[in-house]
């Protein structure tokens, strides 16, 4: 397999490909991009003949920033006839390893939302097809990905259980929470489910936790913190809701977050002030190094050109002064479903 398929926010193709490209010649892995704008998805396809299930098998996919899900596939099957799409698509199948399940998806682009009732309806045959032909195995390490891209053509391949998104088109729906301010709440969610494995949640977003919002207002982060039972310090001078006020739980600070420190170290510091990228990220990295955080999730602004480079560098420089302090983190980017021109960043100081 040589073509590596991956899904991206729409618009964020070029970054997607620059990526891909620096990483999997990394491992030694060389080819060429297909890609159209606003497409949302990338093809990268490899010189060597088994290159994107080496990269899918190898490149930890957590490392990724802009890649929301991958799969390795085969060449993109044409002319599916709308009688019967299942028998060629299931002939392709039988050339790849056994597999756990099978994910439909559309990339995330009008001219996809528009395939998602075909891919339903898809869906039920095909894997009765594939049951049949003991394509499907419950203890199988891949998970089969079928793209349509129209009704005529798609792709489709193999994604290891254990190194791809968990959600199909690496997108997480989460509903508005009933009470939360702001439906910013929702990106933090999002960055807690994507950074932190689930049995982790009970030890690492404890009841009874301080925590400090920086960029906190109306509350839509607070908010989160607070359904989690910790002690908040919300840091802005604009004014939070009353509801997250009279939980008795948050104390609202009218100062600038830039300058502001607690009274005594936190487990949490989340930050979502729009500011120049290398201010926050500089933000962030104060805090670890003064001891002030156990854990952060804070947003970065992309710049409008170079976005995959700025990225990388900042990330780079938070790197290295926590190397040179000898600081033991773990320090992961992702630009999430719900993040539109930015990133999200995780932070964790051992
Ligand atoms: C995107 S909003 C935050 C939304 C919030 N996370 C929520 O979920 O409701 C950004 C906030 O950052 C605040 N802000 C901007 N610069 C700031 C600074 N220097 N110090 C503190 N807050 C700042 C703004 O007042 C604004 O309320």
């Known amino acids: 397999m040589n073509h590596l398929f991956l899904h991206c926010r729409p618009g964020f193709e070029k970054e997607c490909a620059a990526e891909i490209t620096e990483r999997a010649a990394e491992l030694g892995q060389y080819g060429y991009i297909k890609t159209q704008e606003s497409s949302a998805y990338v093809l990268f396809v490899t010189h060597e003949p088994e290159g994107a299930r080496h990269l899918v098998q190898n490149l930890p996919f957590h490392e990724l920033i802009f890649v929301r ?24 199948a039988e050339t790849f390893p056994a597999v756990r399940e099978l994910v439909v998806e559309t990339p995330d682009s009008n001219a996809g939302k528009e395939l998602s009732t075909l891919g339903r309806k898809l869906a039920s045959p095909f894997v009765r097809a594939l049951r049949q032909t003991g394509c499907v195995q419950a203890q199988a390490p891949w998970f089969l990905h079928l793209v349509l891209l129209s009704g005529q053509r798609a792709y489709i391949g193999i994604s290891p259980v254990n190194n791809r998104a968990p959600w199909p088109m690496g997108i997480l ?52 913190l607070v359904q989690r039972g910790m002690f908040v310090e919300a840091v802005d001078n604009g004014p939070m809701a009353q509801e997250l006020m009279d939980t008795g739980l948050v104390t609202h600070q009218r100062v600038d977050g830039f300058s502001y ?17 290398a201010r926050v990220a500089s933000l962030i990295s104060d805090w670890a190094l003064e001891g002030y955080c156990r854990e952060a999730v804070f947003n970065l602004k992309l710049p409008m050109k170079q976005r995959y480079a700025q990225v990388k560098q900042l990330a780079e420089r938070m790197g290295e002064r926590f190397d040179a302090a000898g600081l033991d983190v773990e320090l992961r980017f992702k630009q999430l479903y719900h993040d539109r021109e930015e990133v999200t960043g995780h932070l964790r100081v051992f």
Not at 261 to 276: E, N
Request: proline letters at 12%; charged letters at 20%.
């Open 173 to 224: 729906r989460l509903r508005q929470p009933k009470g939360a301010p702001s439906r910013a709440t929702l990106k933090l969610e999002e960055a807690w489910h994507y950074f932190i494995p689930a049995d982790e949640w009970d030890q690492r977003l404890a009841n009874g936790m301080h925590a400090v919002d920086l960029g906190a207002a109306p509350g839509g982060w607070t908010w989160q």
């Open 69 to 92: 899900q991958w799969f390795a596939a085969a060449p993109i099957v044409t002319h599916l006839p709308p009688e019967d799409r299942v028998t060629p698509l299931l002939a392709v």
């Open 261 to 277: 420190r607690p009274d005594k170290p936190v487990h949490w510091l989340v930050c979502d002030i729009a500011d120049i990228p």
